[in-house]
């Protein structure tokens, strides 16, 4: 019983900060975006987002799967995360070179003769990033995120602030290319100084096989994924106009902002609270359940509310010069709401050691999305079509990973939807009230906003009690057994 309420108590503390961690780092970038939106054109973040892809796909390359191998470990030794370091830096300076020699075909492929530099440049974000990948690791693996949430806020903060500065001055692009490198810098170097780990000189072949043995198909899988997930940068970029990218840019990263910090929250605690209870089957469907359950408490009326407050939201934050946005925003909303569903369902992949039907399933699912993508550029249906594709097969990934993982845990598919059935609804209920208030309050945007906004918390947390939402209390108690904590501490 002790061991179940340290574990209820870490897991608790743990989605707080990492939450917390989360919050912090994509509200302090969603205020940079803000700023930088208003002294920036939506083609300077165009040009960044078509150089994403290839960084993306990178990052992937060099992490190989051996972060989720040294987490699902129980017991790790100095050689692993050496011989882990040592692959992981060789990697990047392998990426690096790479990519510096493919600039201008990539350059040339877009027809952006600026991504030459910008992409020699960003690509240095690769072996930066590398030495402080072991480190973040051993801070997930002790479940401690209240150190990382206080280096991703200081990085935040720091990066933006040379990032404004150099906007102002008039740097365009190239504002936002050194913001990303100071920022991965900062959080690198305060990794290393809080957690004062030094490799060993070796590397053991041993440790490489062992972790490779799991970490390769995650690799696979997370290349498919990466691939797919920033394919729409490529098509976007390469069928239409800067312009255009530069609106899906900045509206996936506003709808990120909202549900990556649940979703990646959910994913880093999970994944090792999970691992610690695997051996007990009962424990792991049961706090497999109220992770789940409570995820989309918060993920499902975040991300309606925001498709229904759109309008003044854009309006009000970035100016006229990206209303053209608004309906992308909405519908990465609506493909947005599932995220936490997927992480946690291809978490209890990765617990139970089935990368082998990890990687299945994204290729599964990849196959059917790049299906759905190439019917929609066949019949020329435009970006919007190509944007419903996303909600569309995020719909499908999620039956898909459900029926799956629920084999493993005696948690169907079935059960899964009629627990988060009555959330659904009420977010929905929340939602087209917001929606609907929206179009007779004063045309004002601050006051829309503002109104809407004490609607939909009203309204949800109303409906929720009324309909006797468990969930609710969860998250009362989540927060206040985390400031009687803090309370102590003072």
Known sequence: MQEQTSLKNKTITGMFWSFSDLVSKQGINFLIQVILAR????????????????????NSVIDSGFSSALVREKKVIQEDYSTVFYFNLAMAVMMYIILFFSADVISNFFNEPQLVAILRVLALVLIINSFGLIQRTMLIKKIDFKTQTKISV???????IIGIALAYLGYGVWSLVIRMLSMQFILSLLLCLSNKWIPSLVFKMDSFKRLFGFGWKLLVSGLIDTLYNNIYYVIIGKSFSAIELGYYTNA?????????????????????VLSSINGDNKRLRSGYKKILKNSVFITFPIMIGLAAVANPFINLLFGTNWVASIPYFQVLCFAGILLPLHSINLNILKVKGRSDLFLGLEVIKKVIGVTSIGIVLFFKLGIMGLLWTVVFNSYIAYFINSYFSAELLSYPTKEQIKDITPIFIVSILMGTLVYFSGTMLP?????????????????????S???????????YDMIGSVVKKKTKEA
Not at 252 to 272: E, F, G, L, M, N
Not at 450 to 458: D, N, R, Y
């Open 154 to 160: 200081i990085s935040s903060i720091i990066s933006g």
């Open 465 to 475: 009690r009324i309909a006797k939402i468990e969930e609710l209390k969860t998250v």
């Open 252 to 272: 996936k990263k506003i709808r990120d902002t909202a549900s990556q910090s649940i979703t990646t929250s959910v994913q880093k605690v999970s994944y090792p």
């Open 443 to 463: 045309d004002n945007n601050l006051v829309k906003l503002l109104a809407q906004i004490f609607i939909g918390v009203v309204t949800y947390i109303g409906i």
């Open 39 to 58: 002294l920036l054109l939506p083609k300077d973040f165009g040009i960044i987002g078509m150089v994403t892809i290839f960084i993306a796909v990178s």
